[in-house]
């Protein structure tokens, strides 16, 4: 068999506007679930042992499902739940956006806790209220530092939405998919789809590691 | 009691445990006048740190009572087990650690105006102006834009005193400030505590340094095994000890410094 990678020229287009659902999903996705996450980090911290544990058993189903049986779960069984129809744009959205929320949780509640005991005693020892200690002095730090494990979460993310294509979304994967039994090209096909991701997903990557080191030497006294 | 001689703080039988097992703090008694710059030393483990936090009400303790300037702002109730700190007298203490504490993510001079702006409401371009004459006057005038991992040891040092001395503190509180610095690098930030003695800013000073220690005090204290066991001034505690274990102690410090 010989490879022939020009049958895909003819789809740059369809290749195109299945990678911009992609980024768009994964952007909408980070959005919303990085501020889930960090709610649920916060709420993870939380005096109120209810809060706390609702928090922990979110955080623990979706972090130890596979990511492909919680968007099935959304796009078949949700619905049943509910007695509402869901777009499979928004099945996506939602089952995406709840498994980034689970694991960013993760990396908010690590961070929060890495601001030491000592930047506590410096608050006090300056009279700071609560709330100045919490929005000024913890808050900053604890994002700061959360940053680079972000990131990875974020590359994670994109690189899990190919899964959307499994209830039909549009995304690459399943631009790729199509191409790939129309052409009788598979090969060729998900090599090419493999390197986009790669394409993407690999400078952010060394990207992280790159703000990484400057956080670390920042936030190092 | 005339006005001069009435104490600027009073501990009075200072109970202080960490957990059942512990016991730091087995009744501590010391009286400090307005002005004096008082040096606590003792050996490693004795309590100094957990002294000074308590002053500073970092610590819960087990009994006992702190004043100042009269009034109680430390006690404990024993109905509840709960340390009661009066956050309003607090306010008038600052506390140096020796880990400098800064806040990493904010420039020097922003470490500076955080607790002006946000504990008094003090308008941000008095407290700006305020804090840049400070640097200006510790030698750090230049660096009021760095970030604290920019500093040497002796600046981080240095801004951490002055991000103190922005709430007009009537008390300060050095806990070992130069203990983790380069050797080159302690003179610069003694200097800057020296200053402080000479406009008669009252001090507790918890350090090593028995230079520094006999340059600054004006009352010396040796603690060990969590209680006061010779207060006087420094030439007494330091020059001739009247107790056989401070003798010890500073026998041992000064040999090794030789
Ligand atoms: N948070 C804590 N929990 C448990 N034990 C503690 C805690 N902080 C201090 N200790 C213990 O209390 C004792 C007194 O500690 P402290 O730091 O007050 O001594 P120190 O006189 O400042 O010593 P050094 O000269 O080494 O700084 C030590 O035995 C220490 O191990
Ligand atoms: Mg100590």
Known sequence: MTLDFSVLLRFQEALAVGLWTTIKLTLICVVLGCSLGFLVGLARTSPSIIVRGIASVYVEFFRGTPVLIQLFWIFFCLPLVLGVELSNLASGVIALTLYMGAITSETFRASLKSVGREQLDACIALGLPRHVQVVNVILPQAVLRAVPTLLSNCVSLFKESALVSAVGMADLMFVGQNISNNTARPVEVLTIVALIYFAIAFPLTRAVTLIEGRILKKLAI | ?258
């Open chain 2, 1 to 258: 009691m005339t006005a001069a001689s009435a104490p600027l703080v009073s501990i009075q039988s200072l109970h202080k445990s960490y957990g059942p097992h512990i016991q730091v703090l087995k009744g501590l008694d010391i009286e400090m006048k307005p002005g004096e710059r008082v040096v606590v030393i003792g050996p490693s483990g004795g309590g100094k740190s957990t002294l000074l936090r308590v002053m500073m009400g970092l610590e819960k303790i087990d009994s006992g009572a702190i004043t100042f300037g009269g009034k109680p702002y430390i006690s404990s109730s024993d109905l509840a087990a709960k340390t009661v700190i009066d956050t309003e007298v607090r306010r008038s203490i600052g506390m140096v650690f020796q880990h400098y504490t800064l806040f990493p993510h904010l420039s020097v001079i922003q470490n500076l105006v955080l607790a002006p702006c946000k504990v008094r409401g003090e308008k941000k371009a008095s407290a700006l102006q305020r804090a840049q004459a400070l640097l200006e006057r510790f030698g750090l005038g230049a660096k009021a834009n760095a970030f604290p991992a920019q500093l040497s040891g002796g600046q981080k040092q240095r801004v951490a005193i002055a991000r103190a001395l922005m709430l007009d503190p009537k008390l300060m509180l050095f806990d070992e400030v130069t203990s983790a610095l380069d050797p080159e690098l302690v003179a610069e930030v003694e200097q800057v505590i020296l200053q402080l003695a000479n406009q008669n800013l009252p001090m507790m000073i918890v350090t090593h340094d028995m230079w520094f220690a006999k340059n600054i005090a004006s009352r010396v204290i040796f603690c060990a095994g969590g209680v006061v066991v010779e207060d006087g001034p420094p030439e007494q505690v330091l020059g001739a000890p009247r107790e056989e274990r401070t003798r010890e102690f500073i026998d041992r410090v000064f040999h090794i410094k030789q």
